[in-house]
């Protein structure tokens, strides 16, 4: 007689589970027993460990995420950011004219990424486009925000070497450009780099697919790779816990990632929406197997069954639980009506991947999964997919905030002489942070498929999706981690307006955001403040700009020890652009070209650039955000861009105007001489950091117009000087060639990484 291992479970309540060792706490494994009215199977532990883990359930975050469904802007008009899709499905969806709608999200794979550099950034890749395809989007360009320890470290050679082929490997081999990131070091995230990866996806609106499994009788098709033993637990442990050299339990084993089979992967889905044969489909990332299973049930109309054995092993060892928590690629899982099935899998066979029915929908409420005859998981799908715990975590504003604070930068020693600045000048260029990252960006195919258009090191990243009319769309990621050490809340809004900044400056409208929220662990009420400082910051900042938030990801837990990374919320800013042809580059190439600084500069040090590569400091208040100046900023240079007012743009962020400067004259190999406004000394003019700035190379015929513009709106507009000659000249102080200027900015990284 075959034994059900559920009624087993039930009377055999006294049986010791290893519940702590798969990431539970007593009180939630009481409660998954309260749930069940029993103690559970072997894999139901196995699927509430890992459907309850902060990475999955967000049970420490969820109390602030809130706030995003609360502080919804009004949706624009069509083809200006209708929110289609938000929070809650695997990407967020936005309308971009045209019929079109775009797809897009940022998400982490940090504690992967340092255990293994280059599997963990690879298949970070691949799991972000396979969410891009679950909403039946074709996958178009991915990006990369990273964050690395100190440059100098060993580690950091270790690490970020790995990353970046990681990112390269998988990326190139899908045919995806990577157009846009970013690459920050900082001995915060020494032991706990950040390995943030985007994709966007285009479809047409009536291609909008949902995760859910309606329709009983609806046969459940896992299709894919075959599932190994790689990243088991990578979700409920890796993810979820600090690192600590004495517990190696914490350092399971990292997904492995194919992407050619990811390739055929994508290919395969969209021929199968293209003959619309699937009803819900879900990808299986993070909690694999017990993921798709407990979410496409619970988002359904019904229950589902499932039957284990019949799932595509390629480690024919693996026990029920290690199946169900494992997160190897590739996979995904489709709900398809039964007289569609074979034409499923007649295209799943052309594309040469593997696929399987292995359940289906049923018409009760219970998800049940059967191993061998036996029946060893009976539940409710929304107790394991949504009704995981809630933590209202303490937080408190840290003791140390108000000293960290009174430590006011605008009191550093400045440059004694104009030697001593031009000395600044090249120190700072030269930094790794703002040093050129071209030996990153070389390893990326940037303009695959042929319709990039801006690439890195542009303002944003930008794709022609429609090549007779031109529509195109922007993508820009950023956040800085010193800023929000010093004030979380104006750090986020700082991180969402520089991003906001970038894409208009490309002459993009900026739509809606996707955020990747990394910060230290949430059981510190120091650490908790911050999340929940900077999460109400960007709610706040979204609805003030007209930005909703589509969705995201949250990563906690990014300490070592006591030692937490510094708050890092990264924002990704969506535009569309009418026309590419239309949009604004980043270098200075045309002689005569006149320079003019958008914005107020004031003396606003604190978290500089200047502050960390001069002086090793970080104290004093960030910059003053002003979202209605952004938004202004932003709306001239749109305008300014759609009607060829401005040959060139570029936005004012870390280092200020002479980074900007630096990095517009060495794009277009023409150098520029500079005249300190009246009002500002040559100090404050090049390193302050003041936001809502941007300068703009305008054509000599253009000026009256531009300028008219400005004034007529109330935006502060400066002359500040010409593009001209070879050397980057502030009149009165010093003159840099740019061939001295070339050397500074682009030998740092290959000198220290190559």
Same mark, same amino acid.
């Given at each position: 007689? %075959?034994?059900?291992?559920?009624?087993?479970?039930?009377?055999?309540?006294?049986?010791?589970?290893?519940?702590?060792?798969?990431?539970?706490? &007593?009180?939630?494994?009481?409660?998954?027993?309260?749930?069940?009215? @029993?103690?559970?199977?072997?894999?139901?532990?196995?699927?509430?460990?890992?459907?309850?883990?902060?990475?999955?359930?967000?049970?420490?975050?969820?109390?602030? /995420?809130?706030?995003?469904?609360?502080?919804?802007? !009004?949706?624009?008009?069509?083809?200006?950011?209708?929110?289609?899709?938000?929070?809650?499905?695997?990407?967020?969806?936005?309308?971009?004219?045209?019929?079109?709608?775009?797809?897009?999200?940022?998400?982490?794979?940090?504690?992967?990424?340092?255990? &293994?550099?280059?599997?963990?950034?690879?298949?970070?890749?691949?799991?972000?486009?396979?969410?891009?395809?679950?909403?039946?989007?074709?996958?178009?360009?991915?990006?990369?925000?990273? #964050?690395?320890?100190?440059?100098?470290?060993?580690? %950091?050679?270790?690490?970020?070497?790995?990353?970046?082929?990681?990112?390269?490997?998988?990326? =190139?081999? *899908?045919? /995806?450009?990577?157009?846009?990131? &970013? *690459?920050?070091?900082?001995?915060?995230?020494?032991?706990?780099?950040?390995?943030?990866?985007?994709?966007?996806?285009?479809?047409?609106?009536?291609?909008?697919?949902?995760?859910?499994?309606?329709?009983?009788?609806?046969?459940?098709?896992?299709?894919?790779?075959?599932?190994?033993?790689?990243?088991?637990?990578?979700?409920?442990? /890796?993810?979820?816990?600090?690192?600590?050299?004495?517990?190696?339990?914490?350092?399971?084993?990292?997904?492995?990632?194919?992407?050619?089979?990811?390739?055929?992967?994508?290919?395969?889905?969209?021929?199968?929406?293209?003959?619309?044969?699937?009803?819900?489909?879900?990808?299986?990332?993070?909690?694999?197997?017990?993921?798709? %299973?407990?979410?496409?049930?619970?988002?359904?109309?019904?229950?589902?069954?499932?039957?284990?054995?019949?799932?595509? /092993?390629?480690?024919?060892?693996?026990?029920?639980?290690?199946?169900?928590?494992?997160?190897?690629? &590739?996979?995904?899982?489709?709900?398809?009506?039964?007289?569609?099935?074979? #034409?499923?899998?007649?295209?799943?066979?052309?594309?040469?991947?593997?696929?399987?029915?292995?359940? !289906?929908?049923?018409?009760?409420d219970r998800l049940e999964i059967f191993w061998h005859g036996e029946k060893i998981v009976d539940v409710d799908p929304r107790t394991v997919a949504h009704d995981g715990p809630v933590y209202e975590r303490p937080y408190a504003r840290p003791s140390w905030q108000d000293a960290l604070q009174a430590d006011d930068a605008n009191k550093l020693a400045r440059p004694a002489d104009a030697a001593e600045l031009r000395e600044q000048v090249l120190k700072l260029v030269a930094a790794p942070n703002q040093a050129a990252k071209s030996w990153v960006t070389d390893q990326y195919d940037r303009f695959v498929q042929g319709n990039t258009v801006l690439a890195q090191p542009e303002d944003s990243g930008m794709i022609r999706i429609n090549e007779e009319t031109g529509l195109g769309v922007a993508i820009a990621t950023d956040g800085n981690g010193r800023y929000a050490k010093l004030d979380p809340y104006k750090g986020a809004q700082l991180a969402l307006a520089e991003s906001y900044r970038n894409v208009a400056a490309s002459g993009a409208k900026p739509l809606a955001i996707s955020d990747c929220l990394n910060f230290g662990s949430p059981e510190d009420p120091d650490v908790m403040w911050q999340f929940a400082e900077a999460v109400r910051g960007l709610a706040d900042g979204c609805l003030e700009l007209g930005t909703p938030v589509t969705g995201g =990801?949250?990563?906690?837990?990014?300490?070592?020890?006591?030692?937490?990374?510094?708050?890092?919320?990264?924002?990704?800013?969506?535009?569309?652009?009418?026309?590419?042809? @239309?949009?604004?580059?980043?270098?200075?190439?045309? !002689?005569?070209?006149?320079?003019?600084?958008?914005g107020e500069t004031r003396e606003e040090f604190g978290g500089s650039a200047w502050s960390q590569v001069v002086h090793d400091h970080l104290g004093g208040l960030p910059p003053e955000v002003d979202l209605g100046r952004e938004k202004l900023l932003a709306d001239i240079l749109i305008s300014a861009s759609r009607d060829g007012m401005i040959d060139a743009a570029h936005d004012l962020s870390d280092g200020g105007l002479v980074q900007a400067v630096a990095e517009s004259c060495l794009r277009g190999g023409k150098g520029a001489r500079l005249i300190v406004p009246d009002g500002l000394d040559a100090f404050t003019f090049l390193f302050s950091e003041s936001a809502g700035r941007a300068v703009v190379a305008v054509p000599r015929s253009e000026e009256l117009r531009f300028t008219d513009m400005c004034g007529a709106r109330g935006l502060p507009v400066t002359r500040i000087g010409v593009v001209d000659g070879d050397a980057v000249e502030v009149q009165g102080e010093f003159t840099l060639p740019l061939s001295e200027l070339r050397e500074a900015h682009e030998g740092t990284i290959p000198g220290l990484f190559a």
């Open positions: 007689m %075959t034994l059900d291992t559920v009624k087993h479970a039930a009377e055999t309540p006294d049986v010791k589970l290893p519940w702590a060792e798969l990431g539970l706490k &007593e009180d939630e494994y009481e409660r998954v027993r309260e749930i069940l009215g @029993r103690r559970p199977t072997g894999a139901e532990l196995a699927m509430y460990s890992v459907m309850w883990s902060e990475h999955c359930s967000y049970k420490s975050s969820k109390v602030h /995420l809130r706030q995003f469904g609360e502080k919804v802007p !009004e949706a624009d008009t069509p083809g200006g950011g209708a929110m289609l899709v938000g929070i809650g499905e695997n990407a967020g969806v936005v309308d971009v004219g045209q019929g079109y709608a775009v797809t897009f999200k940022v998400e982490s794979h940090n504690h992967p990424s340092y255990v &293994e550099p280059y599997q963990g950034a690879a298949t970070g890749v691949g799991g972000i486009v396979r969410d891009i395809i679950a909403m039946g989007a074709r996958p178009v360009a991915v990006v990369d925000p990273l #964050r690395m320890g100190d440059a100098h470290h060993p580690d %950091t050679k270790r690490v970020l070497p790995g990353v970046v082929a990681g990112i390269g490997g998988y990326g =190139n081999c *899908l045919g /995806l450009p990577n157009i846009g990131g &970013e *690459l920050v070091f900082d001995a915060c995230y020494q032991g706990n780099p950040l390995v943030n990866a985007g994709a966007i996806g285009v479809m047409r609106h009536e291609d909008i697919h949902l995760a859910k499994a309606s329709g009983p009788g609806n046969k459940v098709i896992l299709y894919g790779a075959r599932t190994g033993g790689d990243g088991i637990g990578g979700a409920s442990i /890796l993810a979820s816990e600090t690192f600590d050299d004495t517990k190696p339990s914490k350092r399971p084993a990292v997904q492995v990632g194919d992407p050619f089979q990811e390739k055929l992967l994508i290919e395969c889905t969209l021929e199968a929406f293209a003959e619309k044969l699937v009803v819900g489909i879900q990808d299986l990332g993070a909690a694999g197997l017990s993921c798709a %299973t407990s979410e496409l049930a619970s988002n359904g109309s019904g229950g589902m069954r499932v039957e284990l054995d019949d799932v595509p /092993l390629r480690d024919s060892t693996l026990t029920p639980e290690e199946i169900l928590m494992s997160e190897s690629q &590739e996979r995904m899982c489709a709900v398809v009506e039964p007289d569609k099935v074979d #034409r499923f899998l007649e295209i799943c066979d052309k594309w040469d991947v593997i696929a399987t029915v292995v359940g !289906e929908v049923t018409d009760g =990801n949250v990563s906690l837990y990014n300490q070592t020890g006591e030692a937490a990374i510094h708050p890092t919320p990264v924002v990704a800013v969506l535009g569309v652009i009418d026309d590419v042809a @239309r949009r604004t580059p980043m270098a200075f190439k045309e !002689e005569g070209q006149l320079l003019y600084l958008l």
